[in-house]
């Protein structure tokens, strides 16, 4: 995975810069993938990127979409709204199967229209959004990509919050 400044390193800390986390999923959104989306295990949008949007959506951003300022806004909100409605599902769906079996690792739901595969990323789902060409291979490398770059920095964060709560 490309270097970003969403992530940086020193001797005894990361930084994760929430901003940055849809620069790191657009670099996932080619080849068919059309929505990479890290949301919370309750379905709540943290970040998503969309490989037709000029600039990436953030759940931040939903607040600059309250007026229309462009076809390329108009593309960042629909990526935003469709992050919404795929992590709703997707969340429920992963809460459904983790249920009946804590060894799932990732899940794959092919539908004719496309595929959506989930997968742990620390104590967060990140559910992509493919067209159906796409082979589970591709979807899998993708997060083990993701997973790779940001499963470190995520559990040192959540582990700072435990102990240090607000």
């Given at each position: 995975?490309?270097?970003?400044?969403?992530?940086?390193?020193?001797?005894?800390?990361?930084l994760?810069?929430?901003?940055?986390?849809?620069?790191?999923?657009?670099?996932?959104?080619?080849?068919?993938?059309?929505?990479?989306?890290?949301?919370?295990?309750?379905?709540?949008l943290?970040?998503?990127?969309?490989?037709?949007?000029?600039?990436?959506?953030?759940?931040?951003?939903?607040?600059?979409?309250?007026?229309?300022?462009?076809?390329?806004?108009?593309?960042?909100?629909?990526?935003?709204?469709?992050?919404?409605?795929?992590?709703?599902?997707?969340?429920?769906?992963?809460?459904?199967?983790?249920?009946?079996?804590?060894?799932?690792?990732?899940?794959?739901?092919?539908?004719?229209?496309?595929?959506?595969?989930?997968?742990?990323?620390?104590?967060?789902?990140?559910?992509?959004?493919?067209?159906?060409?796409?082979?589970?291979?591709?979807?899998?490398?993708?997060?083990?990509?993701?997973?790779?770059?940001?499963?470190?920095?995520?559990?040192?964060l959540?582990?700072?919050?435990?102990?240090?709560?607000?």
């Amino acid at each position: 995975m490309e270097s970003d400044s969403s992530l940086e390193t020193g001797e005894e800390r990361y930084l994760l810069r929430p901003a940055g986390l849809p620069r790191v999923l657009q670099q996932i959104c080619t080849e068919g993938v059309q929505l990479a989306a890290l949301l919370n295990p309750d379905g709540t949008l943290l970040a998503a990127a969309a490989a037709d949007a000029p600039t990436s959506a953030t759940a931040a951003a939903e607040d600059d979409m309250s007026t229309d300022k462009g076809q390329g806004d108009a593309r960042r909100f629909q990526a935003l709204m469709l992050g919404k409605l795929v992590g709703a599902v997707a969340s429920n769906s992963w809460l459904t199967y983790e249920q009946l079996d804590s060894e799932v690792r990732t899940l794959y739901l092919r539908f004719p229209c496309g595929a959506v595969s989930i997968a742990p990323v620390s104590q967060l789902l990140l559910c992509l959004l493919a067209s159906p060409q796409v082979p589970c291979a591709a979807l899998r490398a993708r997060h083990r990509a993701v997973q790779e770059y940001l499963s470190e920095p995520l559990e040192r964060l959540y582990a700072q919050v435990e102990e240090h709560p607000a």
